[in-house]
């Protein structure tokens, strides 16, 4: 396991759309531990492998109710608003205000290539609509109103 850099705003991967993963190996299993030991060392919520520097369509999510890896993952549905501030390990110093949904249902595999279905709701909706936005080349700033920066 290892910490990866995260790429910060202003490069261009991070504007890219990121490829299905075809093949869940070895290579995506230590992509997975090496996130989650960077998302752990960052102290953040999510981390997408876009932020460092893979294109792949992975991310993990780290709340309140656990700890997610999600492989593919598909939006389902959603429901309901909340609007809220967040901030991103990728664009550090500043925070922004965002309209998410409240509710999200999303299918994605896990690391064993099994599919799975789970809703969530509140910050955990929140997280994994952010974390799926950089799967499409999206940074929160582009959906941000009230930018500000860290004082």
């Known amino acids: 396991m290892a910490i990866r850099k995260i790429l910060q705003l202003g490069d261009e991967t991070l504007?890219?759309?990121?490829?299905?993963?075809?093949?869940?190996?070895?290579?995506?299993?230590?992509?997975?531990?090496?996130?989650?030991?960077?998302?752990?060392?960052?102290?953040?919520?999510?981390?997408?492998?876009?932020?460092?520097?893979?294109?792949?369509?992975?991310?993990?999510?780290?709340?309140?109710?656990?700890?997610?890896?999600?492989?593919?993952?598909?939006?389902?549905?959603?429901?309901?608003?909340?609007?809220?501030?967040?901030?991103?390990?990728?664009?550090?110093?500043?925070?922004?205000?965002?309209?998410?949904?409240?509710?999200?249902t999303i299918k994605a595999q896990n690391r064993k290539g099994e599919y799975f279905t789970i809703t969530a709701k509140d910050f955990f909706a929140k997280a994994i609509c952010h974390e799926y936005d950089h799967l499409e080349g999206i940074v929160y700033v582009d959906k941000a109103d009230n930018l500000r920066s860290e004082q």
Do not use: H
Not at 44 to 65: N, P, S, T, Y
């Open 15 to 104: 504007r890219k759309k990121s490829f299905t993963v075809n093949e869940i190996n070895e290579k995506t299993i230590q992509l997975l531990d090496d996130m989650k030991d960077t998302l752990d060392k960052a102290q953040g919520a999510g981390l997408a492998a876009v932020q460092v520097g893979v294109l792949r369509r992975i991310f993990i999510v780290d709340v309140d109710e656990g700890f997610f890896e999600f492989i593919n993952p598909e939006i389902i549905s959603t429901s309901g608003e909340q609007y809220g501030i967040e901030g991103c390990l990728s664009v550090k110093g500043k925070w922004g205000d965002v309209k998410r949904p409240y509710k999200v």
